[in-house]
Nanobody, 126 residues
């Protein structure tokens, strides 16, 4: 089993920045891919970015230029730097992981991931 714990969420004004962290523990060999998703009530979970253990990055085009994912394999930690935040970025942000070593040309879908954190809330005010 893998435990994923997100942190770094909070409330910011539009234009501000936040850095989310996700630390994995337990069977960390099952975290070959780690990724970020977000979800608002009544909507499907939306992929943001994912990074493989080999450093491949897959990111949704809609966040290019504002959100950057990074990973510290030695610390089993995934990061998401979010800049120029907008009110529409308000959501619960989830960390996900999988031991699956497949690959996608773009952000893998939520069904690709086996493990999920509890989420961290990001609220952006106008």
């Amino acid at each position: 089993q893998v435990q994923l714990v997100e942190s770094g969420g909070g409330s910011v004004q539009a234009g501000g920045s936040l850095r989310l962290s996700c630390t994995a523990s337990g069977a960390t060999e099952s975290t070959y891919w780690m990724g970020w998703f977000r979800q608002t009530p009544g909507k499907e979970r939306e992929g943001v970015a994912a990074i493989s253990g080999a450093g491949k990055i897959r990111a949704a085009d809609s966040f290019e230029g504002r959100f950057t994912a990074s990973r510290d394999n030695a610390k089993n930690t995934l990061f998401l730097q979010m800049n120029n935040l907008k009110p529409e970025d308000t959501a619960m942000y989830y960390c996900a992981a999988t031991r699956n070593r497949g690959d996608y040309y773009s952000m893998p879908p939520a069904r690709f991931f086996n493990y999920w954190g509890q989420g961290t809330q990001v609220t952006v005010s106008a």
